[in-house]
């Protein structure tokens, strides 16, 4: 019922910036709570922020608290990660996540991205 894409992906320098986009396809994207998730090479997928229906309550992992926005825009189907001061260790493929409750455990969400590659350089 719900489709996800990710965009945005890249290589950006350490101290950089990058901001992901992830668009919903359906006219019920307003009744999710969204989350975004990474994971680096031979690691599991880790919480990175995860923001309410209507974007009034926001949570974010501790490695990016700080760096990382999460946002949306129900208008236009799409939920936003801005990154700044992007660290090498950030580097990692990135998925967007819909579901009926904001949590940082992915198990919980219902559908998923295909993901988009963020490389971050020393």
């Known amino acids: 019922q719900v489709q996800l894409v990710e965009s945005g992906g890249g290589l950006v320098q350490a101290g950089g910036s990058l901001r992901l986009s992830c668009a919903a396809s359906?006219?019920?994207?307003?009744?999710?709570?969204m989350g975004w998730f990474r994971q680096a090479p031979g690691k599991e997928r880790d919480f990175v922020a995860a923001?309410?229906?209507?974007?009034?309550?926001?949570y974010y992992s501790d490695s990016v608290k700080g760096r990382f926005t999460i946002s949306r825009d129900n208008a236009k189907n799409t939920v936003y990660l801005q990154m700044n001061s992007l660290k090498p260790e950030d580097t990692a493929v990135f998925y967007c996540?819909?579901?009926?409750?904001?949590?940082?455990?992915?198990?919980?969400?219902?559908?998923w991205g295909q993901g988009t590659q963020v490389t971050v350089s020393s």
């Open positions: 996540a819909a579901g009926g409750v904001v949590t940082n455990q992915a198990s919980v969400y219902d559908y």
């Open positions: 359906g006219r019920t994207f307003s009744s999710y709570a």
């Open positions: 923001i309410s229906r209507t974007g009034s309550t926001t």
